[in-house]
Structure formats: structure tokens, C-alpha cells
């Protein structure tokens, strides 16, 4: 069927990064000797001697297990579409076999550009159902501007497969029949909390191993921790004031930007007012020490409902708050389906009916100018999307 894939739909290449730096991507194992870990795919700058000194590929879009597994999550679309987007190249180079995953040593890495002593760290979450994978593109145009990108394979159940290097595996939405009423329908709205709470976990895990490196480590004394921001898309958007709401003690995050976010699971809503959810946000200013917060959303998917909680987040949080509507764009413009299947997309209406590619280096543009502002001190005006 590859021969009619490519008919309908050309594969489909990402656009080139924008930034100075070569992009360098691995899958990495961070263990822990209570659970099985953490898996992630990291994204870090690199430059052409880093390319000279060790062998060295292309990476691979995404591992064909996981790729399989992504099927049933696709439709509409064909079944072998799946199959299709591993033919897809990234820009990006590794110097690991199919990126299966490895520990963070310095085992054979490419070695992180030297062109600043450290570099400020972006925690990427994914969206329900997703992948690190299908925010390539996004991941790798902010990691060619200076930015490490890390971004976990979540292991709430809402990743489609997470295999570990020991083969142990987590399905998706393994712990859903824990959340089943007397009706027999799931309690959606603890459930969804309960997953919630584990990603923000995965969030806390990851910068707290990282921050405890050894000179072994690929990333030793090259992330600025002082300059840690978070963005997510859909659930990941969640998870990134869910992140900001709980972990607000630690003191881990300088600004927050929230893509097309799903704000269900964290109960502005007065439905949920006697919840014992640990996300429940009162009319009190939930941070002590408000950051920056930038809700970028779609036109065409978002509701009032949830656009309702996110002006009460926003306003609550600080005077550094932002919200912007991208023109004639749907849920899915966010991630690499709108880049490598347009025509498929659109006509499952999974995207708007403009131009992908034309949305794509908006938001490239919106994300660099923001976490540049933000975490590297850049002179940017956002005050046309400020929050009044």
C-alpha cells in the first residue's frame, strides 16, 4: 500500500529548524530503583564538530513498535498510515542504533555544543494518546535555538506503548478499570485527575535525576537549571499548569506555555467544587510566586467551558499572563500529522483548511520569542496577547 500512500499523500518532509545550531536526539532511560523509570526522548544542540568526532545518523521518526500501536488511534485515517510516517525524516542526528533507549551516561553520545557553558532546559509534555515523537518538529526547532528539550513518555496510561529496555511494557489506559462506577461507566473525571497527578510525577522524577548527574552523564554541568520552562500540548498543556500548580514549592519553572490545552482534569469547574482531586484551584492566586503563563489555542476546537478555566488560571496567576487564538487551525495543527499528511488531515478534519506550514512557522516563531523572553532574557513584545 506504500505505493497509494504515496500517491495520496507524498511523505511528508518536517521543515528545516530555524535556529544556529544541529539538533542531536536520543532515547533515554532515567532509572529509578522503585519503579521501572522514566523513558524520554531528548532533544540538544549540537554543532558540526560533534558531527565530526563520532559516527553518526539520521534518527529514525519513531520506533516501529510504537508506531504499530498508534493504528487504532488514527482513524479516520487508513490503517497504514502509521507504517507511512516511519519513512519520515527528521533533522535531527544520533549516534544510537534506532533510538532504542538507553541510560543518560555518556556512552557514545554526540556531544552537546560547547558554544555556551549550559543551556536553559524546556520539560515537553504530549498530548493524550501521543508521543514525544509527534512533536518532533516543534521540539526540534526550539532545540536548534539553544534550548535542551526533554520530553517523557508518560506513564499514566495515556501513551499509546511505552516499552522499557527490559521489555516490560505499559498499555494504554492500563489503570482505567480501577475508575469504573456501579453503572458500569468510568468515573472519567477522578480518572483523568489520577493521570494527571502521574505526569506531573514523571515532570518532578525527571529534573530531580537530571539536577543529581555525574560527570559520566551526557548533560553534566550543560543545563541551566535556573532557566527551566514547560510546555505542553492538549493533556500536556494540563500537565503544564498542573505542573506549575503542584510543584510550585520547588521552585522549578521560570514560565509555562500551555498549546491547545484540555483544562478538564484540573477543576476550575464548579462541578468538581467537593472533589478530593489535589488540582482543584480555589478563587485565591494558586502560586505564591506567579511565572509567566501563555495559552496558545486553536480557533476552531476550543469551548467556551475551557476557555472560561483558562482565564481564570491566567488571571489568577500573574500580570505576565497570555492568550492567543491561531486563525482557521484545529487540535491536531499542533503536531507533526498537519506537517506530514496535510491533505489526509485536512480531510479528516483533523486540521484547519489553511496552510499547515504557514500555522507551523507561527507557532515556531510564537514558542522561540516566548521561552527566549523568558528563560535566555531576550527583548521581545508579547503585549498584544497579554491578558487584560
Known amino acids: 500500500m506504500s505505493w497509494l500512500m504515496n500517491l495520496v499523500s507524498p511523505i511528508g518532509t518536517l521543515p528545516?529548524?530555524?535556529?544556529?545550531?544541529?539538533?542531536?536526539?536520543?532515547?533515554?532511560?532515567?532509572?529509578?530503583?522503585?519503579?521501572?523509570?522514566?523513558?524520554?526522548?531528548?532533544?540538544?544542540?549540537?554543532?558540526?564538530?560533534?558531527?565530526?568526532?563520532?559516527?553518526?545518523?539520521?534518527?529514525?521518526?519513531?520506533?516501529?513498535?510504537?508506531?504499530?500501536?498508534?493504528?487504532?488511534?488514527?482513524?479516520?485515517?487508513?490503517?497504514?498510515?502509521?507504517?507511512?510516517?516511519?519513512?519520515?525524516?527528521?533533522?535531527?542526528?544520533?549516534?544510537?542504533?534506532?533510538?532504542?533507549?538507553?541510560?543518560?551516561?555518556?556512552?557514545?553520545?554526540?556531544?552537546?555544543?560547547?558554544?555556551?557553558?549550559?543551556?536553559?532546559?524546556?520539560?515537553?509534555?504530549?498530548?493524550?494518546?501521543?508521543?514525544?515523537?509527534?512533536?518532533?518538529?516543534?521540539?526540534?526547532?526550539?532545540?536548534?535555538?539553544?534550548?535542551?528539550?526533554?520530553?517523557?513518555?508518560?506513564?499514566?496510561?495515556?501513551?499509546?506503548?511505552?516499552?522499557?529496555?527490559?521489555?516490560?511494557?505499559?498499555?494504554?489506559?492500563?489503570?482505567?478499570?480501577?475508575?469504573?462506577k456501579e453503572d458500569g461507566t468510568a468515573d472519567l473525571f477522578s480518572y483523568r485527575s489520577h493521570q494527571l497527578s502521574i505526569r506531573v510525577q514523571n515532570i518532578d522524577n525527571i529534573l530531580e535525576f537530571l539536577k543529581k548527574e555525574r560527570e559520566e552523564s551526557l548533560f553534566f554541568g550543560k543545563i541551566d537549571f535556573d532557566k527551566v520552562g514547560i510546555c505542553g500540548h492538549s493533556f500536556g498543556g494540563c500537565t503544564t499548569v498542573g505542573s506549575i500548580l503542584k510543584l510550585q514549592n520547588k521552585k522549578l519553572f521560570k514560565c509555562a506555555c500551555s498549546m491547545d490545552g484540555w483544562m478538564f482534569p484540573l477543576a476550575t469547574h464548579a462541578d468538581f467544587s467537593n472533589s478530593e482531586s489535589e488540582f482543584i484551584i480555589s478563587t485565591q492566586p494558586f502560586r505564591k510566586e506567579p511565572i509567566p503563563l501563555f495559552f496558545i489555542n486553536s480557533d476552531l476546537w476550543q469551548w467556551k467551558e475551557n476557555l472560561d478555566e483558562m482565564n481564570i488560571l491566567v488571571k489568577l496567576n500573574s500580570e505576565e499572563g497570555y492568550m492567543y487564538a491561531m486563525t482557521d487551525t484545529q487540535h491536531h495543527n499542533y503536531n507533526d500529522i498537519a506537517l506530514l499528511m496535510p491533505k489526509l488531515a485536512k480531510w479528516a478534519k483533523k486540521i484547519g483548511t489553511g496552510d499547515p506550514f504557514a500555522h507551523s512557522a507561527e507557532l515556531d516563531n510564537l514558542l522561540n520569542s516566548y521561552f527566549s523572553k523568558y528563560l535566555c532574557g531576550a527583548e521581545v513584545d508579547l503585549s498584544k496577547y497579554k491578558v487584560q
Open 16 to 180: 528545516k529548524p530555524t535556529g544556529p545550531y544541529l539538533v542531536a536526539v536520543e532515547v533515554l532511560h532515567i532509572e529509578d530503583a522503585n519503579t521501572p523509570g522514566i523513558l524520554c526522548k531528548v532533544w540538544y544542540p549540537i554543532d558540526q564538530g560533534s558531527l565530526e568526532e563520532k559516527q553518526h545518523h539520521v534518527a529514525h521518526y519513531m520506533q516501529s513498535e510504537i508506531s504499530e500501536s498508534m493504528q487504532s488511534l488514527l482513524k479516520p485515517l487508513p490503517g497504514f498510515v502509521a507504517n507511512h510516517i516511519l519513512s519520515t525524516k527528521t533533522n535531527a542526528y544520533t549516534a544510537g542504533v534506532d533510538q532504542h533507549p538507553h541510560t543518560t551516561k555518556n556512552n557514545g553520545y554526540l556531544k552537546p555544543s560547547n558554544n555556551l557553558d549550559k543551556y536553559p532546559l524546556i520539560m515537553f509534555s504530549h498530548g493524550m494518546y501521543g508521543l514525544p515523537e509527534n512533536y518532533t518538529h516543534i521540539c526540534e526547532n526550539l532545540c536548534s535555538n539553544g534550548f535542551i528539550v526533554i520530553s517523557p513518555y508518560h506513564t499514566d496510561g495515556s501513551c499509546p506503548l511505552v516499552i522499557y529496555p527490559n521489555g516490560q511494557r505499559i498499555e494504554l489506559e492500563y489503570e482505567k478499570d480501577k475508575f469504573i
